[in-house]
């Protein structure tokens, strides 16, 4: 059980934000000339700004030491 649940669910959708951007990044790197072609352009732009976005939220925040606290495991605690 989380113990702050809006802390603790934030930082996840943070990090499934990021994970999701840097799919969308990766593919840029497969296939460059079908992510410059049309609207997967805006996409692609739009993730690497997200990626910045959830950069700097994670940098603010301490986002490693949410997660292993409210979802880690302690070393076998309760």
């Known amino acids: 059980m989380v113990e702050n649940p809006r802390q603790a669910y934030g930082a996840l959708l943070v ?17 460059p000339e079908f992510m410059i072609r049309g609207n997967t352009f805006w996409v692609y732009l739009g993730a690497v700004v997200m990626m910045i976005v959830c950069a700097i939220i994670s940098w603010a925040t301490n986002l490693p030491r949410i997660l292993s606290r409210e979802f880690g495991t302690n070393g076998g605690d309760h």
């Not at 990090?15 to 296939?31: C, D, K, L, Y």
């Open 15 to 31: 990090t499934i934000t990021a994970a999701i951007s840097a799919i969308i990044i990766f593919s840029g790197f497969i296939a």
